[in-house]
């Protein structure tokens, strides 16, 4: 069966019918209802955070995993009906940062390239790249994942080009002190 509808336009009940029955629906998709909880007009703010803690019930696995595919959402989602100051935003996306390397490491994922990662979103609307799958590391990518406790590979690059250069220049430097005595 197919739901036949858009998710941010159901009602409350059809929110619970559907995640209740979301085997029967070949077309249920979990971070689309998570993100109609936000985008619904229809709902009243009591019956978002209704309808995430029932969805968190069931979903509640894949809803973890949106901090590392959709960080947006989740925030979105666990911050729900909240009044946030800038100091408890910046505090809660840094626990999703290390909920995201915590699940990386748990995991045993090596690489990074997840959801909104994984895709070309400079922010202007003309450019033909938006939305198309970058490859981690490649020149596209405009947002990557990175945590502090990663090394930069720049600069590791940046000081052994240096130290080379001082390696090959040892002998001019040693003759431009021995000429100028």
């Not at 509808?5 to 077309?27: A, G, P, R, V, W």
């Not at 909920?99 to 390239?113: A, C, F, T, W």
């Not at 990662?117 to 405009?142: A, F, V």
């Amino acid at each position: 069966m197919k739901i036949g509808k858009k998710f941010n336009q159901l009602s409350k009940s059809e929110y619970f019918h559907f995640i209740d029955n979301h085997k029967k629906y070949t077309d249920f998709n979990t971070l689309g209802m998570y993100r109609s909880i936000c985008e619904n007009d229809k709902l009243k703010l009591d019956d978002r955070m209704e309808i995430r803690d029932y969805a968190n019930n069931t979903f509640g696995k894949s809803f973890n995993f949106y901090q590392l595919k959709d960080p947006k959402t989740y925030f979105d989602l666990t911050t729900l009906g909240m009044d946030l100051t800038q100091a408890d935003e910046r505090q809660i996306w840094n626990n999703i940062r290390v909920n995201q390397q915590k699940i990386l490491s748990d995991k045993k994922i090596k690489h990074r390239n997840f959801g909104e990662y994984s895709k070309h979103n400079c922010g202007y609307s003309d450019c033909p790249y938006n939305g198309l799958m970058t490859k981690q590391g490649s020149w596209l990518t405009e947002s990557h994942m990175w945590f502090e406790s990663d090394k930069d590979e720049y600069a590791a690059k940046d000081k052994s080009e240096r130290i080379k250069k001082q390696r090959k220049n040892k002998h001019r430097i040693i003759r431009d002190e021995l000429d100028n005595e």
